[in-house]
């Protein structure tokens, strides 16, 4: 069974930083691309950022672009968001999901639970 399991967010100010990380189990971790969405208060879910199984190739939302960075550690079985600069805007459940490939328009397979990230002006 696999699971993506995301660390607990938080609140924060803006201009604050904050870094999630989702622990991945039931899957060979290092053959997955890893990615980052989110969905705000009554918006859709959007793609924020992804990174492929090795890590080399990564790929961001031009909203979180400069601001954001995904890392893994494939000995860890994780996948981080490090977020920087965070604007009230910021504010959403993040979710962490996992597939096969990095590019293209393939659906995403497997998601974690979510986590809130709220950031107060």
């Known amino acids: 069974q696999v699971r993506l399991v995301e660390s607990e967010g938080g609140w924060v100010q803006a201009g604050g930083s904050l870094r999630l990380s989702c622990a991945a189990s039931?899957?060979?971790?290092?053959?997955?691309?890893m990615g980052w969405f989110r969905q705000g208060p009554g918006k859709e879910r959007e793609f924020v950022a992804r990174i492929s199984w090795s890590g080399i190739g990564t790929y961001y939302s031009d909203s979180v672009k400069g601001r954001f960075t995904i890392s893994r550690d494939n000995a860890k079985n994780t996948v981080y968001l490090q977020m920087n600069s965070l604007k009230p805007e910021d504010t959403a459940v993040y979710y962490c999901a996992a597939r096969a490939q990095f590019g293209g328009n393939l659906p995403w397979e497997y998601w974690g639970q979510g986590t809130q990230v709220t950031v107060s002006s």
């Open positions: 039931g899957l060979t971790f290092s053959s997955y691309a």
